[in-house]
């Protein structure tokens, strides 16, 4: 007796496929052009509430395609965004201050979504992550929150 919903052994004469080994399948990643990118990095802005998009001053926002680990990070930190600069709750009142920076890094990002749904979502908790930052919110905070 042959049940039809058990799998039956390969039949090495069966000329028809194996399902794929999981190990031989392309990476996940997918494919956004630089301005739809850069556009999905503008609207995670815009969806900043305004009244801390307002206190967002002297920042610049960048995407850049990879980040260069530095010497102290080691090679295996694959960094999707980055906060540079003195977050709010450090900071003093000084005259001609540097803008602060936030990178979004493009490359780590395409390469960790599956679709261009979470790949938009992706970028908008990257920007939201390092936003929270320049307010002085450590990562421990945002993973708290859900958020990292």
Same mark, same amino acid.
């Given at each position: 007796? /042959?049940?039809?919903?058990?799998? !039956?052994?390969? =039949?090495?004469? #069966?000329? !028809?496929?194996?399902?794929?080994?999981?190990? $031989?399948?392309?990476?996940?990643?997918?494919?956004?052009?630089?301005? #739809?990118? #850069? @556009?999905?990095v !503008? $609207?995670?802005? =815009?969806?900043?509430?305004?009244?801390?998009? @307002?206190? +967002?001053? /002297?920042?610049?926002?960048?995407?850049?395609?990879?980040?260069?680990p530095?010497?102290?990070?080691?090679?295996?930190?694959?960094?999707?965004g980055?906060?540079?600069?003195?977050? +709010?709750?450090? %900071?003093?009142?000084?005259?001609?201050?540097?803008? #602060?920076?936030?990178?979004?890094?493009?490359?780590? +990002?395409? %390469?960790?979504? !599956?679709?261009?749904?979470?790949? *938009? $979502?992706?970028?908008?908790?990257? *920007? *939201?992550?390092?936003?929270?930052h320049?307010?002085?919110? =450590? $990562?421990?905070?945002?993973?708290? +929150?859900?958020?990292?």
């Open positions: 007796m /042959n049940d039809e919903s058990s799998p !039956s052994p390969a =039949d090495p004469a #069966d000329p !028809s496929p194996s399902p794929a080994d999981p190990s $031989d399948s392309e990476p996940v990643g997918v494919d956004m052009s630089e301005e #739809d990118f #850069d @556009q999905a !503008s $609207d995670a802005l =815009d969806a900043i509430p305004p009244a801390l998009a @307002q206190r +967002l001053s /002297n920042v610049a926002v960048f995407v850049e395609d990879e980040h260069e530095e010497p102290w990070e080691g090679p295996e930190m694959e960094l999707l980055l906060y540079d600069g003195i977050p +709010l709750t450090e %900071r003093a009142e000084m005259p001609f201050q540097l803008p #602060d920076r936030i990178v979004v890094f493009r490359g780590p +990002l395409l %390469r960790m979504c !599956s679709d261009r749904e979470e790949l *938009v $979502d992706e970028i908008t908790v990257t *920007v *939201v992550h390092e936003v929270a320049f307010f002085g919110i =450590d $990562d421990d905070t945002l993973h708290a +929150l859900g958020w990292g």
